[in-house]
């Protein structure tokens, strides 16, 4: 039985387990027959030209984990941000642990999605947000709402500002000889809130593993939020990772994606706009090696005048690794003084490395200022003789380029330890120790 056939098959038993209201249920339903049409995505679609799941789709994937997971502290204290107080929400093969996670509602929501899936309460933001920017026809966020169980939930009244960064943590034990998980958040940043989150998804050990998640984010009038996601996972973890983000008026998105490890990791980063004076931000530094595969695909949808996005993503390739930058601005008619700005720069630093990159534009305004643009080099290798000539080892020499190229991403991350934290990554993936203070 192949993995499609064993979902489709999973999510008849499923269904029979679950006990929800009926337009949950229709709108599951809805969701994989949309994914029994399509099936997963392959590189005949335009969208996937340079990404193939071909290989990974061959893993016989546990859809259910068979056991329940333990894990301890100090087996998982290096993935969490320890040298900074956060709430956190830990899931573990796909299960909440209680005993990793600190969640609050004393102002704020930091719980769980079942309980806006289960709770009466929450019946009214069930309707209002669930599914509601996520894409109903794109075949695997159409099978993650299909599965939608278990997730974060992250609500942020009018007025408030969470007093310390929430942490959202996806654990795969290995309990599985291969497991697929398919985890669902839900984030609403209400009018005049504000929020820094920080997501990842971890495997704990190399057995295979596919994470299909989604993320729908709501913010609402004069909202900020700041999102990051680390993805530095082993070489035997696959991560489709598809966000949907909604803008109302004068509010602020910035979405940080550092991508260092994982066997093939594709971001589906998608902006909607839906009032005027937005501003959204996409950025992201990547670094991989070896066969490593990094798909970023965003969109940003300009529907609305006087609005702005910044995307900014930088990319070191080295060995047989693969970068793939599919980059689209779509504005309206009706968006006239749009301010949209797209830059892709990447170094090959391997004749066996190559990117993919694809900048587009569709513009339909006529009061606008757009621009794109992509390089693809290696470093200068007069500035490595100017450094090399002033006592500066060649190894430290590469990396200190390397480190200034992807600087200009790092300068806009807000919480100082996540940054303090990412330059040890990256230092620790150039091979070097950079040696200045952080």
Known sequence: MDLKDKLLSSYMAFEEKIDENSSLHEMRNQAIKNFENKGFPSKKEEAWK???????IKNDFSVFPKSEPAVEFKDVKKYFLHDVDTYKLVFID???SSFLSQTTHDGIDVCLLSSVLNKPKYKLVLETYFNQVASKDESLTTLNTAFA?????VNIPKGKIADKPIEIIHFSTGNEAAIMLQPRNLIVVGENAHVQIIERHQSL?????????VTEIFAQKRAICDYYKIQNDEQSANLIDNTYIAQKQESRVAVHTFSFGGNITRNNLNFYHQGERIDSTLKGITIV?????VDHYTLVHHAKPNCESHQNYKGIYGDSSTGVFNGKIYVEKEAQKTDAFQQNNNILVSEKATINAKPQLEIFADDVKCSHGCTIG?????AMFYMQQRGIPKK??????MYAFTDEVMESVKIPELKQRITKIIANKLGVNLGFDL
């Open 50 to 56: 340079y990404t193939s799941l071909n290989k990974v």
């Open 94 to 96: 796909g299960k909440f």
């Open 149 to 153: 169980k278990e997730g974060a939930f």
């Open 205 to 213: 050990n190399e057995n295979p593993v596919l994470t299909n998640s």
């Open 289 to 293: 090696g070896d066969k490593q595969h």
């Open 378 to 382: 290696q470093l200068d290798e007069s």
């Open 396 to 401: 430290e020499a590469r990396a200190l380029l």
